[in-house]
Nanobody, 122 residues
Framework: VQLQASGGGLVQAGGSLRLSCVAS????????MGWFRQAPGKEREFVAG????????NYADSVKGRFTCSRDDAKNMVYLQMNSLKPEDTAVYYC????????????????WGKGTEVTVSS
């Protein structure tokens, strides 16, 4: 599966952005999906993820209550709605997929798209 994230940009603290990720492949709805981010000088970290069925969703503690992820299998799309953004949310955001179970580990994801940069100004 090939992935491409978009929707990043510059936003002031407290603002919102919606990231999108389009996936190729006819078996999109069989993949566990996830969003990760990597800030300058830091390791890539888990943001949110959901199972292939969409019924199980997991969020990093740092984004709970502010970020919401969703998927539209009919459109081969996944989304990350980010509200109440903080400067510490500044990072390159990646969508990823795996045919395995849900994981918060970047090493557990098999497919990665090019990231989209999010910058939150204070």
């Amino acid at each position: 599966v090939q992935l491409q994230a978009s929707g990043g940009g510059l936003v002031q603290a407290g603002g919102s952005l919606r990231l999108s990720c389009v996936a190729s492949g006819r078996t999109f709805n069989s993949y566990t999906m996830g969003w990760f981010r990597q800030a300058p000088g830091k390791e890539r970290e888990f943001v949110a993820g959901f199972s292939w069925s969409g019924r199980n969703i997991n969020y990093a503690d740092s984004v709970k209550g502010r970020f919401t992820c969703s998927r539209d299998d009919a459109k081969n799309m996944v989304y990350l709605q980010m509200n109440s953004l903080k400067p510490e949310d500044t990072a390159v955001y990646y969508c990823a997929a795996t045919g395995g179970p849900m994981t918060t580990e970047a090493s557990g994801m098999s497919y990665w798209g090019k990231g989209t940069e999010v910058t939150v100004s204070s």
